[in-house]
Nanobody, 122 residues
């Protein structure tokens, strides 16, 4: 059983940066793939980034490629999402998830956090 807990969200101006953290309880963290998803009001939850258990493989949504970086520290049971050059369209609740594939489908992830709000103001 894994339980992700996100933090680091907040209000930032266009062009600014935020770093989200996801501390995940459970001994299987170092074997699990981790992903970040987001959901804006009135929209479906969408994939943002995923990382393999070792950190050696990553995947990004086209909309964030080159601006966001996913990483992990297995010694600290923590995954990160560094978000740079933020745009108003990045405003959403960001969710961390743990699973057995770092791919794009919500179905690849079995354990979800409660989410953290990111608001980008222009």
């Amino acid at each position: 059983q894994l339980q992700p807990v996100e933090s680091g969200g907040g209000l930032v101006q266009t062009g600014g940066s935020l770093r989200l953290s996801c501390v995940t309880s459970g001994r299987a963290f170092s074997s699990a793939a981790m992903g970040w998803f987001r959901q804006a009001p009135g929209k479906e939850r969408e994939f943002v980034a995923g990382i393999s258990w070792s950190g050696g493989s990553t995947e990004y949504a086209d909309s964030v490629k080159g601006r966001f970086t996913i990483s992990r520290d297995n010694d600290k049971n923590t995954a990160f999402l560094q978000m740079n050059s933020l745009k108003s369209e990045d405003t959403a609740v960001y969710y961390c998830a743990a699973g057995w594939s770092y791919k794009r489908s919500t179905g690849d992830y079995a354990f979800w956090g409660q989410g953290t709000q990111v608001t980008v103001s222009s």
